[in-house]
């Protein structure tokens, strides 16, 4: 005589916590690709990827460490390298003759105006079409890189507590300072490419 209920064990990628299956079919659901955007501590990345039967295909793809080859000297994990990325991303796409998608963030966090959404807003000024509101989108001066810019000039006065924050820049002579100049030269290198 039975004396337990039998359990059906989760999908072993759910078990871990690493797929969310509910979320993974209301994307699916739409019929479009996905923009699946995924952050690390000193690097986020982007790809376009299309559901196939056999496995989903990964159509275009892009790191912000990417950016190197650019000319982007900075943090590749900030809120102006995510924008570059995404500018650089739906470049990508858009050749491969794709035009609309839908965000995927897996399990992060959304949070308003960060570099998810960087990366978001990078996608859109380039054209890709990707059903989203308009509040969740950061402003122009952290996209640009302003807050840093500023941030650096103020900490100029302190000059240990400049080396200690920018010890990296200083390390390979890059001068804070001018991160938004430099954002701009990149931004219209990509969208000019």
Known sequence: ??????????????????????KRLRLLLSGKPRLVIRRSLRDISAQVIEYSEK??????????????????DFNYANTPSAYL???LIAKKAKDKGIKEAILDIGLQKSIPN???YAVLKGAIDVGLIVPHSDT????????SGKHIEDYSKKLK??????????????????????????????KNKIIGA
């Open 85 to 87: 990325l995404g500018l």
């Open 1 to 22: 005589m039975k004396t337990h209920k039998t359990r059906a064990a989760a999908y072993r990628r759910k078990r871990e916590g690493k797929t969310d299956y509910r």
């Open 157 to 186: 006065e302190d000059p240990e507590a400049f080396n200690k924050k920018f010890n990296r820049y200083l390390k390979n002579n890059i001068d804070p300072t001018n991160i938004t100049k430099k954002f701009n030269e990149i």
């Open 55 to 72: 496995g989903d295909r990964i159509v275009v793809s892009a790191k912000s460490s990417d950016l190197k080859e650019q000319g982007w």
């Open 114 to 116: 960060s570099r998810l």
């Open 136 to 143: 969740i989108l950061p402003d122009e001066n952290r996209i």
